[in-house]
């Protein structure tokens, strides 16, 4: 009986591996060539980057369209732009996030409950429905046209604190506990005991920082006018509505640039992109 | 984990209510309630100043006219009035949910069969290769994608168009089309954020306890079988959770309508979120542009009430 059951299942299973891994290899064709072809464009002369069919090796690589994206748009100015407002997001959320995420789990303070209901009441909202009065907000502080309108309005996050809250919700009271009948001051036991335990939460908040203000488009959009203010997503799409469809490659070429910080911050920590995806989902 | 926060709240409060007719105790509550606010602080400023506030200054500014150079004056529900007679917004509602709906469903389909594939893969080195590659388009920015995907797309010279002619499917108006550039657009989105809900769903399936599987294995279940009885079920809170975060993203689309179409051809891929951006920031009607802004917030609302719903009807918990 057993004997029967296996022969007529092993070649079904077999034919459905091959079938399965021929469907991740097309999946990963599809999800790898817009890239690719970015990328080898790039090094295509623009005369011909836009010839049939494309180059998906480089074969006679050209450089020229990197040295021409930077004489052409301030690309590096964009680029400094973007470090700058990302930069300092992280590092205020990091700030933020962490002492009221701790301050939220571990510490008993009036109306705590009900001020943690209001975080959590704004983090359903899309940005579209507060974008007007921010850019009032932005306006009248004289921020119109600055970086510091999008830095400032993201120093502090309900979904941030939220996160670095669940995490210090798992670390075990004992240990402040202890360290306050050792003398330690409230401020002490955060930063001395817990703050240290929150590194992998404090890593996957700035990644899931990084990626999100990297690649912002709609805010800059909004509040940025003068091209010198511009970060990389608002500086490329202007670059591709200033040359029209003459030197893709050198578009191409800048859409790169664009990218090289995320590919290396992924190459080296990897985990906390991937714990970002999963930190949402609250179960 | 649902035990934990009630511990650490009652510990709270069951100590303060018992020590507090003690003098020095009070003193130490003082302190650490001094503690909690000053931690607060910051967050509890930006969250409230640009965020919170926003909130209800918008809804405010739903039931005003405002063109920011002269003042404000209150046209009670003239707005919403007008919302549901202004045929073009209406019609970005319904351009909207329709290609969200089509985005959720196509990446949570894509999402899953990947993710179970890879879930059967037995090599970590497997794993780790095709989780990398599916992240990858996560990496750009949908500026980027936009920009790239607008060249590939392209009717005359792009390679997609190159392809098909090859195989014999000439001249398709990806972007040049009504209903090919909400096609166009729907598929880019899906190739962008599909490694989103499959990266959840690995994690899901890898939680799935072993002796699940094994007892399934023993009663004599294939591989399907255990795929639609056991693992499907299993994983049912996170499927959930992925098509609500998936619509809510999708509810605002923006940036790839915006950037590759304008919202057109025509008002073809004028989504909701364009139809506010032209009231607000065009046209200087910031009162109107507020009303568009409250009902997609309620729509949003909504769908994550729906969510609540649906988690206590339809999904397994174990």
């Known amino acids: ?283 | 984990m649902s035990a934990r926060p009630a511990r650490t709240t009652d510990a709270g409060s069951t100590r303060t209510r018992r020590i507090t007719h003690r003098p020095a105790a009070r003193r130490v509550i003082r302190r650490e309630a001094l503690f909690g606010d000053l931690m607060i602080g910051l967050a509890l400023v930006f969250v409230t100043v640009f965020t919170f506030a926003p909130i209800l200054a918008s809804l405010g500014l739903s039931f005003f006219s405002w063109d920011v150079i002269s003042s404000p004056k209150f046209v009670a529900a003239a707005n919403y009035e007008r919302f549901f007679s202004d045929g073009p917004v209406l019609r970005s509602f319904s351009v909207t949910i329709a290609m969200a709906l089509a985005i959720v469903v196509l990446q949570l389909f894509f999402g899953l069969v990947l993710a179970v594939l890879v879930n059967q893969r037995t090599t970590t080195f497997g794993k780790t290769l095709f989780r990398t590659v599916f992240y990858l388009p996560l990496l750009a920015s949908t500026a980027a994608v936009s920009i790239f995907m607008g060249y590939l797309f392209d009717r005359t010279f792009g390679a997609i168009n190159y392809y098909l002619g090859l195989l014999g499917l000439a001249d398709v108006p990806w972007l040049t089309s009504p209903f090919g550039a909400q096609v166009t657009i729907v598929l880019i989105v899906v190739w962008q954020q599909v490694g989103f809900t499959f990266v959840l769903f690995v994690a899901a399936l890898t939680s799935v306890p072993s002796d699940v599987l094994e007892a399934a294995a023993i009663d004599g279940a294939g591989p399907l079988r255990t795929l639609l009885s056991i693992k499907l079920p299993l994983i049912s809170p996170t499927v959930l959770f992925a098509a609500v975060i998936a619509m809510i993203n999708a509810l605002q689309l923006f940036d790839q309508p915006y950037i590759m179409t304008k919202g057109g051809p025509g008002t073809a891929t004028t989504t909701a979120t364009i139809a506010m951006y032209q009231a607000g920031f065009q046209n200087l009607q910031f009162g109107y542009a507020s009303a568009i802004a409250i009902v997609l917030l309620v729509l949003i609302l909504a769908v994550t009430g729906l969510q609540f719903v649906a988690s206590r009807k339809l999904v397994f918990y174990q």
């Open chain 1, 1 to 283: 009986m057993t004997t029967t059951v296996i022969s007529r299942r092993r070649p079904v299973l077999k034919v459905g591996k091959i079938i399965g891994l021929v469907v991740l290899l097309l999946a990963a064709v599809v999800a790898l060539g817009p890239l690719l072809w970015s990328l080898t464009t790039s090094l295509r002369t623009p005369a011909e980057a836009f010839n049939n069919p494309p180059q998906w090796f480089p074969v006679r690589a050209d450089f020229s369209n990197y040295a021409a994206v930077f004489q052409q748009i301030p690309i590096g100015q964009f680029f400094v732009n973007s470090v700058i407002v990302t930069v300092l997001i992280v590092a205020g959320q990091t700030v933020t996030c962490t002492l009221s995420g701790y301050a939220f789990a571990m510490v008993s303070f009036p109306g705590r409950n009900a001020i943690f209901g209001i975080f959590l009441a704004t983090m359903m909202v899309p940005l579209q429905t507060i974008i007007i009065p921010v850019f009032v907000i932005i306006k009248t502080l004289g921020l119109s046209d600055n970086l510091l309108s999008l830095v400032i309005p993201a120093l502090g996050s309900a979904f941030g604190t939220f996160l670095m809250r669940q995490y210090f919700m798992q670390m075990p009271r004992e240990l402040g506990e202890a360290a306050r009948i050792d003398g330690a001051s409230h401020f002490g036991v955060f930063f001395q005991v817990y703050a240290r335990m929150a590194a992998p939460a404090i890593s996957t908040l700035a990644i899931l920082n990084f990626s999100g203000f990297w690649a912002e488009f709609y805010r800059p959009l909004i509040f940025l006018q003068s091209q010198s203010n511009f970060t990389l997503p608002l500086g490329l799409v202007g670059l591709q509505g200033n040359l029209g469809t003459g030197s893709i490659s050198v578009v191409l070429a800048g859409v790169i640039i664009a990218m090289i910080p995320s590919v290396l911050l992924f190459i080296v920590a990897q985990r906390y992109f991937i714990e970002g995806v999963t930190a949402g989902s609250f179960r």
